[in-house]
């Protein structure tokens, strides 16, 4: 009896032993079924995902950038604005020291004043040289007409003297009488030479009065272009002077300020930057073995890292016209011999299809997103 009850208990902890890895087997079967049955099912799902869509979290968001650039060189003034600003268009950001462009605006305009000046004294040179002109040729009328009547005092003298010559040989006429006649036609053709020269003296006086007009002329035209260059001058310096208000070319969001009171900055040199306040785009980077399928106008959807669980349509618009490597700062040289193939990217823009969602608002240049493309 008493070697009945010590047995009894040894016979129940072997079969506990036995059930224990049978039922730990079991379990480690289930649960490696289930792995298996859920890395196919993934597996096979996508694949199938794979068969009619192209992947890829090579994507970025991208907006329209715009540095601001003063047009000439001077001193800060001051800044009116601060980082991460909103602005408007036309709005003042930044205003530099005017002063010496102020004093070329008044040199300027002091160049114009002479400009017009000397034009003024040219044209009352015009004025005078065509007045004395007109005297000129009034003199030359009165002379001319003058000179006919020298000429008809003339013939008729000739024609007493001749016939008084004829007399004074027939002894019809005193000697007076001859002598008369023949001093009135040397009088009649002393005043006909007289006049002549007059008239003369006064065609050279014309033609004098005419070269200057024609000088006071030129000198008139030199005045007009020295006066459109003069206001040329000005209108260059008080657009120069304009450039020192520095204002915002769009509407939009101000990167940080780099610029303080008191530098000097130069004409072309980038101050900050204004991210434009119109719709961002994405820039996806898909591989070259990505694109065989790819379409313009193809359904996109965009997942934002920074908004986990959400997701955006958009669309396909364009892809660029080289890869990505080919506009790096040193591009490879396949030719320089040591050439490795590397599957290269290509950039693709991508737009979204409601601009107005209050989620695109949100998004700002340079944030990570991966991009799903519905090929079918």
């Known amino acids: 009896m008493e070697t009945q009850t010590q047995t009894k208990p040894t016979n129940n902890i072997t079969m506990q032993e036995t059930s224990a890895p049978k039922k730990r087997s079991k379990g480690f079967v289930i649960v490696l079924a289930v792995l298996v049955l859920g890395g196919g099912a993934f597996g096979i799902s996508k694949y199938i995902h794979s068969q009619g869509h192209e992947e890829t979290d090579n994507a970025q968001i991208d907006a329209n950038v715009s540095p601001v650039i003063p047009r000439v060189s001077g001193y800060v003034k001051e800044v009116r604005v601060k980082d991460n600003q909103f602005v408007k268009k036309g709005d003042t950001l930044v205003i530099l020291d005017d002063r010496d462009l102020a004093i070329k605006v008044q040199q300027a305009e002091n160049g114009l004043y002479a400009a017009q000046a ?51 040989k027939d ?51 030199l005045a007009n272009a020295g006066i459109k260059q003069r206001e040329t001058d000005v209108a260059d310096a008080k657009l120069n002077l304009s450039y020192t208000v520095i204002t915002a070319p769009e509407n939009g969001v101000l990167s940080k300020i780099f610029v303080q009171p008191g530098q000097f900055v130069a004409a072309g040199q980038s101050l900050f930057s204004v991210v434009l306040d119109n719709t961002p785009w994405v820039v996806a980077n898909f591989k070259e073995t990505q694109l065989d399928r790819m379409k313009l ?62 989620l695109v608002k949100q998004l700002r240049p340079g944030m990570n997103v991966l991009v799903d493309v519905h090929l079918n």
């Open 171 to 221: 002894h019809s006429i005193t000697q007076q009488q001859y002598e008369q006649a023949l001093a009135a036609k040397q009088s009649a053709e002393r005043q006909l030479d007289v006049l002549a020269r007059q008239k003369a003296a006064a065609s050279r006086q014309t033609s004098v009065v005419t070269s200057q007009s024609s000088a006071t002329s030129k000198q008139i035209n």
């Open 297 to 358: 106008g193809q359904k996109v959807t965009v997942h934002i890292d920074a908004y986990p669980g959400k997701a955006l349509e958009a669309k396909v618009t364009s892809f660029s016209p080289a890869t990505g490597s080919k506009f790096a700062l040193l591009p490879p040289d396949n030719a320089s011999g040591n050439f490795v193939k590397v599957v290269q990217r290509l950039p693709v823009k991508i737009e979204f299809t409601d601009p107005a969602n209050e």
């Open 118 to 168: 000397n034009l003024g004294s040219a044209e009352a040179t015009t004025l005078a040289a065509e007045a004395g002109i007109s005297t000129a040729q009034a003199n030359i009328g009165t002379i001319d007409a003058q000179i006919e009547a020298a000429k008809v005092n003339l013939w008729r003298a000739s024609q007493d003297y001749e016939r008084y010559n004829n007399l004074i």
